[in-house]
């Protein structure tokens, strides 16, 4: 039995990547489709009489999402069969609809005490955020000498310092990610598990695909981290009210630049743990 490898994982994600990029492209594009459906409901806030029905965001989450990502899952182990990436398995997975939704809700209830942390913190940088002021709105000095409080007299070190804090408790919950992504890929190929035992390689080779994501991220930091210094400077010379600068055009570049890099890195990274999953399953035979 040949033991499958991260290298083997990356080769075969590939073929099937650049073998159909057109379908990768367009599995991609329905997938973000489905996610703009979610988030439809958020235009209810444009109207205060309808805002509840933002609400229906989660829920639609959970109907939507939860198990499109299943329904991903075949159609990427079927692809690795030689089979079209971009088929109506997309749509219409071979498991029962209920059945998706309640290992979707399993898994998701796993991925939230991961979370916990990242959302504790959260809480407080509200709190920090709101901190002495009754009418409930920040008036920029709040937030100044919080932060500065926080960085011990300094404002760009309490900025460095919350970020730090936020990109480690990120990073906790992305673990959490690698450790469950294999689940879904063993209901695709059926009932037989496959990952217990192989959990380190599935790890490590889901982490080794997130390079598959590091242009994007770059670009996108170009931006943010331009447009965050601008934010500081503003910040430090504030004499009333809390005004965001405008957007310069290298930051615009850099977004966009991100966007265009992480359509197709998309697709690719999700094949990659697809590949090192079927590889096990093809072991066990």
């Known amino acids: 039995m ?6 083997k994982a990356f080769a075969d994600g590939w073929r099937v990547f650049a073998g159909d990029l057109g379908g990768s492209l367009m599995t991609t594009l329905f997938e973000l489709v489905l996610r703009a459906i979610v988030l439809l409901p958020l235009l209810f806030l444009a109207d205060g009489k309808l805002r509840w029905l933002a609400l229906l965001c989660p829920a639609l989450f959970l109907l939507i999402t939860l198990p499109a990502r299943q329904n991903a899952a075949e159609a990427m182990q079927h692809s690795l069969r030689g089979m079209p990436l971009f088929s109506k398995r997309l749509a219409f997975g071979g ?20 979370s916990l942390p990242l959302i ?15 009418a409930g709105l920040n008036d920029g000095f709040t937030l100044m000498m919080n932060l500065t409080q926080f960085g011990g007299g300094e404002l760009e070190r309490g900025v460095i310092y919350v970020a730090l804090i936020a990109a480690g408790l990120v990073l906790i919950v992305l673990f959490g990610c690698a450790f469950h992504a294999g689940r879904r890929h063993e209901w695709a190929l059926g009932e037989r598990r496959v990952v217990p035992g192989n959990r380190g390689g599935l790890l490590l080779c889901h982490i080794a695909a997130e390079v598959t994501l590091l242009p994007a991220f770059a670009a996108g930091a170009w931006g943010i981290l331009g447009y965050l210094r601008q934010y500081l400077q503003g910040l430090k010379s504030l004499t009333g009210g809390l005004a ?15 966007v265009v890099l992480l359509i197709p ?8 743990t697809a590949a090192y999953v079927h590889g096990l399953w093809e072991g066990k035979d």
Do not use: D, E
């Open 265 to 272: 890195a998309i697709p690719l990274r999700s094949l990659i």
């Open 95 to 114: 498991a029962p609809y209920g059945r998706k939704l309640l290992r979707g809700l399993k898994t998701g209830a796993c991925l939230l005490v991961w």
């Open 120 to 134: 504790a913190v959260g809480i407080w940088v509200g709190q920090l955020y709101f901190a002495g002021n009754t």
């Open 244 to 258: 965001l600068p405008p957007m310069s055009t290298h930051v615009l570049v850099g977004l966009i630049a991100a």
């Open 2 to 7: 040949k033991k499958m490898t991260i290298r």
